[in-house]
């Protein structure tokens, strides 16, 4: 390097040579997979003089891994039926893209649960879950489905702990095949129910209060049948066990407090496991958390007293910002609208129509019973803020006319209708037995009205002419009703 005024650096993935005096100089490398070298050129006072050159390689990216989502549920072979997938692990991207087996798509934040119904004689199919990284990178994973046709089996039942304490927090898992549900007994109460994955399901359940030995049953349902497993366990002593309250969902950056057992009498460790590689072994029965990253986390518990080892946890869905609401969609027709918008990273999503009544979810059908102009708000929340979208409707009087069909003062709108019928008095707000009845005088629909006004339901009957029975305190009226 002696005698070196200046280096030139020929770099084969650009055209232009780099200058530089120091022989450590940084490069940015490619972007793209391939072979590549690099050749120095020492400058001085004589010739110039090129050294050996640099050969390296830039390897293909691949997506990260993923694990594939879990299916709750699985379909009866002669009826179809709902099955619930659900992605497993922190949130590695903001949503997931669900292609259907008709082809059909839907994209839903990585918290939410996509609902599937497999219709009746599929035996098996698939879902794919494409998880979309970026700059080109991108994961499918095929979901499989298969419906079942043979009884539920039962192979392993697990309980614990035991013995414990009254009230302990148990823990039960249960696995076998063609298992859809489980529902727990104790006697002839039901203490706990679960939805089956394809390797069975689990659960929590409380202990009795009071000391004893109990006997659990297990009851797995299956499209051709059930199967039943016990398990005993001796409650006993006094004393604390494992259990915590804490918001279902967070910020990043914002303390979480879990809040836990407001006594430690006979409690010898305590142990805190966060979900997000961060734990406690401090003697803290309520300590204070902060998550620096957003996803799905499972918190832990773990506690020794004088009842023994026992745990509980709960999850907990921490937020990377405030949500995001887009595509607001209103259609209006006469006086009912319908509604819809796109929501990410929120908890909930609550609609204000501007009359007073509000709903919640990110669809659904309003009716208006008076003319005028109203702004629809559509509020999407969780703990990190809330985003607003908003859109005006009007409703006119001739919107309302022939929609309304009404008998001592009591109103049904609309009229004719296709789902839901509002009814409606302009004194009477109390209670009402609602019966329907078509042209041939059968019961056909029925219903009770905690007050009034109050919605009916009448979507599934057949298009026609109905009579609509109100029975309240103040005698019987009926209405007139035509189903589209």
């Known amino acids: 390097m002696q005698n070196t005024t200046y280096i030139a650096w020929n770099l084969s993935w650009i055209p232009d040579t780099v200058y530089g005096v120091r022989p450590d100089t940084s ?5 793209t997979p391939g072979t590549y070298t690099i050749t120095p050129t020492l400058h001085g006072c004589g010739a110039p003089q090129s050294l050996s050159p640099l050969t390296f390689s830039v390897p293909a990216s691949s997506p990260p891994f993923v694990s594939s989502p879990v299916v709750y549920g699985a379909p009866c072979l002669s009826t179809g039926g709902d099955v619930r997938i659900v992605p497993v692990g922190p949130s590695v991207v903001d949503s997931v893209l669900y292609i259907l087996p008709n082809g059909a798509q839907q994209k839903l934040p ?35 489905i298969s419906a079942l046709t043979a009884p539920a089996q039962i192979n392993n039942l697990f309980l614990s702990p035991s013995p414990a304490c009254p009230n302990t927090n148990a823990y039960w898992s249960l696995s076998g095949a063609n298992i859809q549900s ?27 209060a009071t000391p004893g030995t109990y006997t659990y049953m297990f009851v797995a349902r299956g499209c051709g049948g059930y199967d039943t497993a016990y398990a005993t366990v001796t409650v006993q002593g006094t004393g604390v066990v494992a259990s915590f309250t804490a918001p279902g969902s967070a910020c990043v950056g914002q ?22 590689g961060s734990t406690s072994s401090s003697f803290t029965l309520s300590p204070t958390h902060t998550y620096t990253a957003p996803g799905l986390y499972t918190v832990f518990l773990s506690l020794s007293s004088s009842c023994g080892f026992t745990s509980y946890s709960q999850p907990i869905q921490v937020y990377g910002g405030a949500p995001t609401l887009s595509g607001l969609n209103i259609n209006t027709s006469g006086a009912t609208i319908t509604y819809a918008v796109s929501a990410t990273d929120y908890d909930s999503v609550k609609w204000f129509f501007g009359d007073g009544n509000t709903a919640l979810g990110l669809s659904g059908s309003h009716t208006y019973t008076a003319s005028g102009t109203y ?12 985003d607003t979208v908003q859109q005006s409707v009007t409703i006119t009087a001739a919107s309302l006319a022939g929609r309304v069909a009404s ?20 004194v009477y707000q109390g209670p009402a037995e609602v019966r329907v009845f078509d042209v041939a005088g059968r019961l056909v629909r029925s219903a009770s009205l905690a007050k009034v006004p109050g919605e009916l339901r009448v979507g599934g009957l057949p298009a ?17 009703l035509v189903v589209e």
């Open 407 to 426: 008998v001592e003062g009591w109103l049904a709108y609309p009229n004719p209708a296709q789902d839901v019928v509002v009814l409606s008095h302009p």
């Open 27 to 31: 490069f940015q490398l490619p972007s």
């Open 464 to 480: 026609g002419l109905y009579s609509v029975h109100l029975r309240t305190d103040e005698g019987v009226a009926v209405l007139r």
């Open 375 to 386: 702004t629809v708000q559509a509020i999407a929340y969780n703990p990190c803020g809330t």
């Open 182 to 208: 489980v529902a727990v007994y104790l006697g002839s109460t039901q203490v706990a129910t679960a939805i089956a994955s394809s390797w069975g399901a689990n659960g929590n359940l409380i202990y009795p």
């Open 110 to 144: 990585w918290a939410d649960t996509l609902v599937y119904s497999v219709p009746a004689g599929v035996a098996a199919t698939s879902v794919l879950a494409v998880f979309d990284f970026g700059c080109g990178l991108r994961r499918v994973q095929a979901v499989s």
């Open 255 to 276: 303390p979480v407090t879990f809040t836990g057992p407001s006594s430690s009498a006979g409690v010898t460790s305590v142990y805190w496991n966060f979900g997000d």
